[in-house]
């Protein structure tokens, strides 16, 4: 990557000698990189190159479209090893998932649009009316730190090919690998100015992309509270926006299932990313007389996460992606033991051998009490809470009894009684029986967890306007 000190803007690499942000390494704590904290003119100049180019994008061919979209995928299958060690020092994830998941995704994702764009309905006939699919706008983009270029490619893919124009300012920790992503986008017929990088922070240049009046959309990921100044600062100019937010998800184990599987589906999915992830199932509600065997069962499966540098294949459970977030996550352990659950594994000390970069131990709580911040709020690290529960429908209330609705799961040796369940969280998404990730399936949350959704046909209407033709 040769331009880390610069922005993207109307197809160029513009230079920037103001002050700079520091990219550490998660697993050493050391600044391996620094990109532009711009300033809000090069975003303003960013929002006018997406808005100049809007109007012949916007009529550009499916083919066109299509043949830029397929330069991209080759692009990220070609720089995928550079993509996973990158995000792997940036944010912890180890090197084999971050191979698969940070680095493969993106590609798989770009694959599913393109796979579908040559079918997909852009007009369709209603009695006498041509109803037509329209792009929406200019977007502005604002993307978090913890899938750094999965969560851009769900925004920047749909967009591109729903014939909008972007700006991106992605996220400050791990900013890095948006910088592949427009190196690749460069090589392709992309014309100037359809997608922009601009880097920064987000009171700064955020703040103005999500205010200008010329973003017709902003597509976010990240906080509930960054996603509330959005949605406030959308009401002003009427802006559309997609919101993908927190989560505080319930894996519910119900008391025919197999309980040593779900644990450790459960274990599983809570560390994944070292719990850096907004679907975590960091809620495992089990039935009251199986609690001490299902802590059993979760301590043995947290130990064999083995700790370390993410860039060693043995590491299963690396860092935290930032000094912030470790310590917010401490508090959070701090907390817990405060409010008096029991902690079961794990504890607010560095795992030993871990006293460099952004360690956390992998840690259980048990008997959390509903209604508990530990078990209300999202921590954002490697914590589970072990809930137990009187019956179904206690279950089904502890499960629905936070703000959030991103994700969830259901585990019942009887499929009907667990899709049963699994139909009454209000959620966005649910894994019944350990069900496999569906990249084409509908993502995206109810109540704080967000509007809108991501992945499949559904992310790409995010991005088109309605029109319809009376003839
Ligand atoms: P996280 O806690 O995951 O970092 P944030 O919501 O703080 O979540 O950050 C997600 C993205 O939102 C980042 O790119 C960040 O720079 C951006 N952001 C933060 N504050 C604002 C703001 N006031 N306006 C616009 N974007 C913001």
Same mark, same amino acid.
């Given at each position: 990557?040769?331009?880390?000190?610069?922005?993207?803007?109307?197809?160029?690499?513009?230079?920037?000698?103001?002050?700079?942000?520091?990219?550490?390494?998660?697993?050493?704590g050391?600044?391996?990189?620094?990109?532009?904290?711009?300033?809000?003119?090069?975003?303003?100049?960013?929002?006018?190159?997406?808005?100049?180019?809007?109007?012949?994008?916007?009529?550009?061919?499916?083919?066109?479209?299509?043949?830029?979209?397929?330069?991209?995928?080759?692009?990220l299958?070609?720089?995928?090893?550079?993509?996973?060690?990158?995000?792997?020092?940036?944010?912890?994830?180890?090197?084999?998932?971050?191979?698969?998941?940070?680095?493969?995704?993106?590609?798989?994702?770009?694959?599913?649009?393109?796979?579908?764009?040559?079918?997909?309905?852009?007009?369709e006939?209603?009695?006498?009316?041509?109803?037509?699919?329209?792009?929406?706008?200019?977007?502005?983009?604002?993307?978090?730190?913890?899938?750094?270029?999965?969560?851009?490619?769900?925004?920047?893919?749909?967009?591109?090919?729903?014939g909008?124009?972007?700006?991106?300012?992605?996220?400050?920790?791990?900013?890095?690998?948006?910088?592949?992503?427009?190196?690749?986008?460069?090589?392709?017929?992309?014309?100037?100015?359809?997608?922009?990088?601009?880097?920064?922070?987000?009171?700064?240049?955020?703040?103005?992309?999500?205010?200008?009046?010329?973003?017709?959309?902003v597509?976010?990921?990240? /906080?509930?509270r960054?996603?509330?100044?959005?949605?406030?600062?959308?009401?002003?100019?009427?802006?559309?926006?997609?919101?993908?937010?927190?989560?505080?998800?319930?894996?519910?184990?119900?008391?025919?299932?197999?309980?040593?599987?779900?644990?450790?589906?459960?274990?599983?999915?809570?560390?994944?990313? /070292?719990?850096?992830?907004?679907?975590?199932?960091?809620?495992?509600?089990?039935?009251?007389?199986?609690?001490?065997e299902?802590?059993?069962?979760?301590?043995?499966?947290?130990?064999?996460?083995?700790?370390?540098?993410?860039?060693?294949?043995?590491?299963?459970?690396g860092?935290?992606? /930032?000094?912030?977030?470790?310590?917010?996550?401490?508090?959070?352990?701090?907390?817990?033991?405060?409010?008096?659950?029991?902690?079961?594994?794990?504890?607010?000390?560095?795992?030993?051998?871990?006293?460099?970069?952004?360690?956390?131990?992998?840690?259980?709580?048990?008997?959390?009490?509903?209604?508990?911040?530990?078990?209300?709020?999202?921590?954002?690290?490697?914590?589970?809470?072990?809930?137990?529960?009187?019956?179904e429908?206690?279950?089904?209330?502890?499960?629905?009894?936070?703000?959030?609705?991103?994700?969830?799961?259901?585990?019942?040796?009887?499929a009907?009684?667990?899709?049963?369940?699994?139909?009454?969280?209000?959620?966005?998404?649910?894994?019944?029986?350990?069900?496999?990730?569906?990249?084409?399936?509908?993502?995206?949350?109810?109540?704080?967890?967000?509007?809108?959704?991501?992945?499949?046909?559904?992310?790409?209407?995010?991005?088109?306007?309605?029109?319809?033709?009376?003839?």
């Open positions: 990557m040769n331009n880390l000190s610069k922005n993207y803007i109307n197809g160029e690499w513009v230079n920037w000698s103001g002050p700079t942000l520091d990219v550490h390494e998660a697993g050493t050391d600044v391996i990189a620094k990109v532009p904290a711009s300033g809000r003119d090069e975003m303003e100049q960013a929002i006018a190159a997406a808005d100049a180019a809007f109007a012949d994008w916007s009529e550009s061919s499916l083919d066109q479209r299509i043949k830029v979209l397929e330069q991209l995928h080759a692009g299958k070609e720089r995928a090893g550079e993509i996973a060690e990158t995000v792997c020092r940036e944010v912890g994830m180890p090197i084999k998932l971050a191979t698969g998941i940070q680095a493969g995704l993106p590609a798989t994702i770009t694959k599913t649009y393109l796979k579908m764009l040559p079918d997909f309905p852009f007009s006939q209603c009695g006498n009316s041509e109803v037509q699919y329209a792009p929406v706008g200019v977007v502005g983009c604002i993307t978090p730190w913890n899938y750094p270029l999965h969560q851009v490619i769900l925004k920047i893919v749909p967009a591109i090919a729903a909008c124009t972007v700006v991106l300012k992605p996220a400050e920790i791990a900013p890095q690998s948006a910088y592949i992503l427009a190196e690749i986008l460069d090589g392709t017929d992309l014309p100037k100015g359809v997608f922009n990088l601009v880097s920064g922070e987000g009171q700064t240049v955020g703040d103005t992309l999500i205010k200008h009046p010329a973003v017709r959309m597509s976010f990921t990240g /906080s509930t960054t996603g509330g100044l959005i949605a406030h600062a959308a009401a002003d100019d009427f802006k559309r926006i997609a919101l993908e937010m927190g989560g505080k998800s319930a894996s519910v184990i119900l008391p025919d299932a197999d309980l040593a599987a779900a644990v450790k589906g459960t274990v599983n999915n809570c560390l994944l990313n /070292s719990g850096q992830t907004c679907t975590a199932l960091t809620r495992m509600l089990v039935p009251a007389d199986r609690h001490d299902a802590c059993e069962l979760a301590t043995a499966a947290v130990a064999r996460m083995t700790p370390g540098n993410p860039l060693e294949a043995t590491t299963r459970l860092p935290l992606a /930032s000094a912030q977030q470790r310590d917010k996550v401490i508090d959070y352990i701090k907390l817990g033991i405060e409010e008096g659950h029991t902690l079961v594994a794990g504890g607010p000390e560095a795992p030993e051998g871990c006293d460099k970069g952004y360690f956390v131990k992998a840690t259980v709580f048990g008997n959390v009490k509903p209604g508990s911040r530990l078990e209300q709020e999202e921590i954002f690290g490697p914590v589970l809470c072990v809930i137990p529960y009187q019956d429908a206690d279950a089904i209330r502890i499960a629905n009894g936070t703000q959030y609705g991103l994700s969830g799961a259901v585990w019942s040796a009887d009907d009684r667990a899709k049963k369940v699994a139909s009454k969280l209000r959620t966005g998404q649910v894994f019944v029986n350990g069900g496999d990730f569906n990249p084409l399936a509908p993502f995206g949350g109810f109540g704080h967890s967000g509007i809108g959704r991501e992945f499949g046909k559904w992310g790409l209407e995010e991005f088109l306007e309605v029109r319809s033709l009376q003839l």
